[in-house]
Nanobody, 117 residues
Framework: QVQVEESGGGLVQPGGSLELSCVAS????????IGWYREAPGQRREFVAR???????VYADSVKGRFTVSRDNDKNTVFLQMHNLKSEDTAVYYC???????????WGQGTQVTVSS
């Protein structure tokens, strides 16, 4: 059973673009704030972007103007469009479904994004 599952990672050259998808269970997509996080080798997992249940969007400063997060509830999917990618964007990207009322978090297995020439 799918709770939260990411896809779309891969190898891209600096300056390139990539789109990640996060498919979530219906109950999660309708009730949770959906966030993207990333974890580079030897570093702590960090926040990237979030789209709340009410549509409010927040980005980390490091990705503002380059990344766009959106949600399509009909498709149970949240997207992360990434443009002008840099080597420092290389990381495993994780999707998170956060239910504030229960303080519950659902994490996917992650998808690898590698930016390299």
């Amino acid at each position: 059973q799918v709770q939260v599952e990411e896809s779309g990672g891969g190898l891209v050259q600096p300056g390139g673009s990539l789109e990640l998808s996060c498919v979530a269970s219906r109950s999660i997509i309708l009730t949770a704030d959906i966030g993207w996080y990333r974890e580079a080798p030897g570093q702590r997992r960090e926040f990237v972007a979030r789209v709340a249940r009410d549509g409010a969007i927040v980005y980390a400063d490091s990705v503002k103007g380059r990344f766009t997060v959106s949600r399509d509830n009909d498709k149970n999917t949240v997207f992360l469009q990434m443009h002008n990618l840099k080597s420092e964007d290389t990381a495993v990207y994780y999707c998170n479904g956060h239910l504030p009322i229960f303080n519950l978090d659902y994490w996917g297995q992650g998808t690898q994004v590698t930016v390299s020439s």
